[in-house]
């Protein structure tokens, strides 16, 4: 099976510009989070969704961070008016179930840089 | 949102060397996870540890968790280069599955 699969893997935005970062979950899960991770820290929890659900956002700033999982297709995580302090590894995990203990496969990240 | 306290946050040694890494708080677990994250990757599990005073090995890393459930630690015996990375742990919230990172201890182990 494919791991989890984000991209792109590097992603270069100018400040005020958008952001879209792409997550396809391993296959048979349907449970996606989005982490945020700054240089040297450890990883911050942003987002939980099911399948065109939302179920946990309380990670995600206010403003200008959207993240979607629809029925077909990856999950996107969507920065809009980019600013510097943005620029961060964005991890995406999924798992089978929202059960803790369960174990959660990480992707390899998107880094992106805000210039 | 309970807090962990990762201790040392950076460590440099000489391969050979052992060393233990800590991750601290002052509430109960259910369960605790440790991670290894290396450059340019997402983090991997190494363990979990469930039952308090429980130790796990791992070849040459050998995991404890607290008696009372509050404190974990990672011991590697004869670090190598290839253990250089990030070392996180986490626990899971019961409701959701979502993991609350310590922020981590980051180790370099030279040849």
């Known amino acids: 099976n494919a791991g989890v699969m984000q991209n792109p893997r590097h992603l270069v935005r100018r400040r005020g510009q958008e952001a879209r970062l792409r997550c396809s979950p391993m296959?048979?899960?349907?449970?996606v989070y989005w982490y945020r991770q700054l240089p040297e820290e450890g990883l911050k929890f942003m987002v939980y969704?099911?399948?065109?659900?939302?179920?946990?956002e309380s990670g995600m700033p206010k403003e200008r961070f959207s993240a979607e999982f629809p029925k077909e297709g990856p999950s996107i995580l969507r920065i809009q008016q980019v600013v510097r302090g943005d620029s961060a590894a964005y991890f995406c995990?999924?798992?089978?179930?929202?059960?803790?203990?369960?174990?959660?496969?990480f992707g390899e990240g998107s880094w992106l840089t805000v210039v | 949102t309970q807090l962990l306290e990762q201790s040392p946050q950076f460590l440099s040694i000489q391969e050979g060397e052992n060393l233990t890494v800590y991750c601290n708080s002052s509430?109960?677990?259910?369960?605790l996870q440790w991670y290894r994250q290396e450059p340019g990757e997402g983090p991997v599990l190494l363990v979990t540890?469930?039952?308090?005073?429980e130790v796990k090995k791992l070849k040459r890393l050998t995991f404890q968790f607290g008696d009372a459930r509050k404190d974990s630690s990672l011991h590697i015996t004869a670090a190598q280069p290839g253990d250089t990375g990030l070392y996180l742990c986490?626990?899971?919230?019961?409701?959701?599955?979502?993991?609350?990172f310590g922020q981590g201890t980051t180790l370099q182990v030279k040849p």
């Open positions: 986490a626990y899971g919230s019961s409701n959701t599955g979502k993991l609350i």
């Open positions: 509430s109960v677990f259910s369960s």
């Open positions: 540890v469930v039952t308090g005073g």
């Open positions: 969704l099911q399948k065109e659900n939302i179920i946990d």
């Open positions: 995990a999924s798992s089978p179930s929202g059960i803790s203990g369960n174990t959660i496969y």
């Open positions: 296959k048979g899960h349907s449970h």
